[in-house]
């Protein structure tokens, strides 16, 4: 029914930036919540960033300061500007939407964020 797509995942430097984006495509849905995940080798999935379809944005520790979380509802689009990495972050990022009818949660495939020191 939905279907998410993230982009902008790579490798980069300690110290430097990355900007991912989800679009989210389908018919006969809107969006509720957005969010981002991350999930590295050998640890759980663990929850970075949301925001929801009013605007608020709630941050894991690891990301408050360092990471951005936005949405652009027109285009379906959830965003996270990623900067001042560390290789901690390394880590295959999910978005994940919740759409209004239903409450139904979709996964994305993930993109891989890796960071050298």
């Known amino acids: 029914q939905v279907r998410l797509v993230e982009f902008g995942g790579g490798l980069v430097q300690a110290g430097g930036s990355l900007k991912l984006s989800c679009a989210a495509s389908?018919?006969?849905?809107?969006?509720?919540?957005m969010a981002w995940y991350r999930q590295a080798p050998g640890k759980q999935r663990e929850l970075v960033a949301t925001v929801t379809s009013g605007g608020t944005t709630n941050y894991a520790d690891s990301a408050k300061g360092r990471f951005t979380i936005s949405r652009d509802n027109a285009k379906n689009t959830v965003y996270l500007q990623m900067n001042s990495l560390a290789p901690e972050d390394t880590a295959v990022y999910y978005c994940w939407v919740q759409v209004v009818r239903g409450g139904y949660i979709y996964w994305g495939h993930g993109t891989q964020v890796t960071v050298s020191s």
């Open positions: 389908g018919s006969g849905f809107s969006i509720n919540a």
